[in-house]
């Protein structure tokens, strides 16, 4: 399984951005995807998480401001970022269990598939 994160950038407080995670060797359909973000200096954290027609996972940094989704057809993970703060700021990786199966809770040490992060950058 490859995973390959874009999106990242410079936006402003309040701003938005969309990230894509695109996938090989996995149908997003079929299986778990999930967002984890790392600050400097900091541990890094879930983001949210989707699975096939009936999961959708939300971290607090997430919720109310971010939404997960994904195309069946392009075999693509996103993450479209609203009212983006300051304290968003961090390489974001898409990340998936090798099995491709829910690991409640979420947590980085549960994911086996990482992809190159892509750096967000939120100026106030």
């Known amino acids: 399984v490859q995973l390959q994160a874009s999106g990242g950038g410079s936006v402003q407080a309040g701003g938005s951005l969309r990230l894509s995670c695109a996938a090989s060797g996995r149908m997003v359909s079929e299986y778990v995807l999930g967002w984890f973000r790392q600050a400097p200096g900091k541990e890094r954290e879930f983001v949210a998480a989707?699975?096939?027609?009936?999961?959708?996972w939300y971290g607090d940094p997430a919720k109310g401001r971010f939404t997960i989704a994904r195309s069946n057809a392009k075999n693509t993970m996103y993450l479209q970022m609203n009212r983006l703060k300051p304290e968003d700021t961090a390489v974001y990786y898409c990340?998936?269990?090798?099995?491709?199966?829910?690991?409640?809770?979420?947590?980085?040490?549960?994911?086996?598939?990482w992809g190159k992060g892509t750096l967000v950058t939120v100026s106030s």
């Open positions: 989707i699975r096939g027609e009936d999961g959708i």
């Open positions: 990340a998936a269990p090798i099995d491709g199966e829910t690991r409640l809770p979420w947590h980085y040490s549960k994911m086996d598939y």
